[in-house]
Nanobody, 123 residues
Framework: QVQLVESGGGLVQAGGSLRVSCAAS????????MGWFRQAPGKERELLAV????????YYADSVKGRFTISRENAEKTVYLQMNNLKPEDTALYYC????????????????WGQGTQVTVSS
């Protein structure tokens, strides 16, 4: 069992940066692939970035590639999403999730979810 708590969201101007964090509790954190997702009102949930359990493999959606960076500190049981050059279309509720695999791009394999942190980008 893993509990996830996101933090670090907020209001930022377009072109600015934010770093959101996801703190995990429970055991075997380093065995879980971790992902960041977002969902804006009226839109489907979108997979943004994934990092493998050991942190060696990553994936980014085209919409955030080159602007967002996912990282993890297994000793701290924390995953981060550094977001640079933010755009108004990045406004959404951002969730972290833990997969039942070391690395997965399949949203259905993400078993544990946080409550989300709101990111709002003003123009």
């Amino acid at each position: 069992q893993v509990q996830l708590v996101e933090s670090g969201g907020g209001l930022v101007q377009a072109g600015g940066s934010l770093r959101v964090s996801c703190a995990a509790s429970g055991s075997r954190f380093s065995t879980y692939g971790m992902g960041w997702f977002r969902q804006a009102p009226g839109k489907e949930r979108e997979l943004l970035a994934v990092i493998s359990g050991g942190g060696f493999n990553t994936y980014y959606a085209d919409s955030v590639k080159g602007r967002f960076t996912i990282s993890r500190e297994n000793a701290e049981k924390t995953v981060y999403l550094q977001m640079n050059n933010l755009k108004p279309e990045d406004t959404a509720l951002y969730y972290c999730a833990a997969a039942s695999a070391s690395f997965s791009l399949d949203a259905d394999r993400y078993r544990y979810w946080g409550q989300g942190t709101q990111v709002t980008v003003s123009s």
